[in-house]
């Protein structure tokens, strides 16, 4: 079967992966833009375990208010190098990141660094990176990290994060 370049395209806006890789995705699933789809996210879990022990010391602090000034976020995210985390990709992930903290209210960011005080929780409610995330459902946030981990290239940490709400408590 031949691989059009409406497929590739089309494949392209799904993933975000580079053109010779949506190619050969393609390629590899006989055309099926699904199958490739899912080809591309297999290697990109595969990249991000191999890029998991690099250092990620660049990034950004992104902020984010909802609810008309009442919850208030600040999640630090790192990176390899300011280049990338200068990319429309790094900061929309960054942007995500702290929207789901605002509408999730997690404690940890992940299951190593929850607190002793939140055991028996269900880590899927309280660690951000196993939470759902809140724009698609079918997907994790270690997911969502991983896939700008694949278009990237680079290693990417949700290193910490604070929460704020009006009347939260008295901390």
């Known amino acids: 079967m031949a691989i059009t ?63 008309g000034g009442r919850i208030g976020v600040i999640v630090e995210v790192n990176c390899e190098t300011d280049f990338v985390a200068r990319t429309d990709t790094f900061r929309e992930l960054a942007h995500d990141i702290a929207m789901q903290i605002a509408a999730t209210n997690p404690v940890a960011v992940t299951e190593a660094d929850l607190p002793t005080s939140a055991d028996g929780s269900d880590p899927a409610d309280v660690v951000l990176l196993r939470q759902p995330f809140i724009k698609d459902p079918g997907r994790s946030m270690a997911e969502v990290v991983r896939d700008a981990i694949a278009r990237t290239g680079e290693n990417i940490v949700v290193r910490r994060f604070a929460r704020f709400e009006l009347g939260g408590g008295g901390d």
Do not use: F, T, W
């Open 5 to 67: 370049a409406d497929d590739v395209k089309r494949l392209r806006e799904l993933s975000g992966a580079g053109v010779m890789d949506c190619k050969r995705a393609l390629e590899e699933a006989g055309g099926n833009v699904e199958k490739a789809a899912q080809v591309l996210r297999e290697r990109g879990i595969a990249l991000a375990e191999k890029k998991s022990s690099r250092a990620a010391s660049q990034g950004l602090v992104e902020s984010y208010i909802h609810a």
